[in-house]
């Protein structure tokens, strides 16, 4: 194995914990425990961080037992697994049950193999992202309440009590950079971030959302400032990984400013929470890779989009998809919180939004759609799309009011 190579990492509030691996001057394996508090410290004052480092580092360990005993299993238990190497995978299982008992190794055992609500692939860029939102959005990130639940996403009518929508980003943006460390080697794929539309489709396939966009996508329009299933992360983390991981519809609405929509498309599936935190999340594996281009292949690092100077993350659904929810509060406190975090780490070079619409054409899901091209154009002029939530007579709306 390469030096330091990364076998074990748990992410947590106040910084990381990880197990290396390295050989020896005579090819043995060694390991290194290093606890890196780096956030904690930051809190502290002068004073009080004087003479302490961020980084414990207990190295020089011949059994990979012995790391994890060093490691204090009780203390990670309970937090998020970044990665585990597949042959140590059993055993660091073993040692979350023993010390938290059955429900925690499947907790792991999902997040690591499927991941969680049984649709993240083991190693995702985005591993570790939906517990977070969901204790941000519930309290928990245990137990069967999720976000992508309509029943939970329609209690969600106000924000709920301790919510910080800037502590959540941030935090997520923190996981993906996690995430993004313990990639293998640079991304080798060429189609990350491309700019060429996707027409095929199977006869059989049947979803609604995949029909009208690569309808959308079969439109003959000059200039081509629309295109579809954009991959985001493929490859990165593992070579397996997030190959089907890819924006819906984008849409070059620069006319020489350097912009781009990133629109998620549904038609009835999930719900308008999901949605929307489904392209909050894209758009945060966007800003964090602007910062870390060096995981990309040098054609992705040479995108378009990647020389945009604003991004507006859009969740384009049928207005009736909208009605039973109430997520206006919520736009208000993410494009507040993207427009703190864009500031700080770009100094005004890239700013970032996020909404939900209904197109004019689009109130109620028609299958006639698919083969009117007339009405499919209709769909992509912005100027006839509708917010999602808006405040008209003290009732939400979903009319022609509502723009």
């Not at 899901?365 to 209709?378: A, P, R």
Request: aromatic share 8%; net charge neutral.
């Amino acid at each position: 194995m390469p030096a330091d190579k990364i076998v074990f990492k748990v992410g947590a509030e106040g910084g990381s914990l990880a197990i290396l691996r390295y050989c020896d001057q005579n090819g043995a394996p060694r390991y290194i425990v290093q606890k890196d508090g780096s956030t904690l410290l930051d809190m502290l004052n002068d004073d009080d961080r004087e003479g302490l480092s961020s980084t414990v580092t207990t190295g020089g360990i011949s059994e990979f037992d012995q790391a994890l005993a060093i490691s204090n299993p009780s203390q990670w238990v309970r937090l998020v697994p970044v990665f585990v190497h597949p042959s140590y995978l059993e055993r660091v299982l073993q040692e979350v049950e023993r010390h938290g008992g059955p429900a925690q190794r499947s907790r792991w055992a999902n997040l690591l193999t499927v991941g969680s609500d049984a649709d993240m692939p083991a190693n995702s860029i985005l591993s570790g992202t939906k517990d977070i939102i969901n204790r941000c959005f519930l309290g928990s990130s245990h137990g069967t309440k999720s976000y992508r639940h309509i029943s939970e996403a329609r209690r969600l009518r106000g924000s709920p009590v301790n919510f910080d929508a800037e502590t959540m980003l941030r935090r997520l943006l923190d996981q993906i950079r996690i995430n993004l460390e313990c990639r293998n080697t640079e991304s080798t794929s060429q189609s990350n971030w491309r700019d060429d539309p996707l027409r095929k489709i199977s006869p059989n396939n049947k979803s609604k959302e995949v029909r009208l966009e690569r309808a959308i996508a079969a439109l003959d329009r000059k200039p081509r400032d629309w295109w579809n299933q954009m991959p985001i992360a493929s490859g990165i983390v593992r070579s397996q990984a997030d190959r089907r991981r890819a924006i819906d519809l984008i849409h070059d609405c620069s006319d020489g400013d350097n912009e781009f929509d990133f629109i998620e498309l549904k038609i009835d599936s999930d719900n308008p929470l999901f949605a929307l935190m489904e392209i909050v999340l894209y758009g945060l594996v966007y800003l964090a890779l602007r910062t870390q281009p060096d995981a990309l292949s040098q054609a992705s690092r040479d995108a378009r989009v990647f020389k945009a100077e604003k991004i507006n993350l859009r969740v384009l659904a049928p207005g009736d998809y909208y009605k039973p929810y109430s997520l206006d509060w919520l736009h208000d406190e993410l494009n507040a919180a993207l427009a703190t975090i864009t500031r700080e780490q770009f100094a005004g070079r890239l700013s970032m939004t996020v909404s939900s619409h209904w197109p004019d054409a689009l109130e109620v899901w028609n299958e006639k759609i698919l083969t009117d091209q007339q009405t499919l154009l209709s769909v992509l002029d912005i100027g006839n799309w509708h917010k999602a939530y808006c405040t008209r007579r003290g009732q939400q709306g979903h009319g022609p009011g509502c723009q």
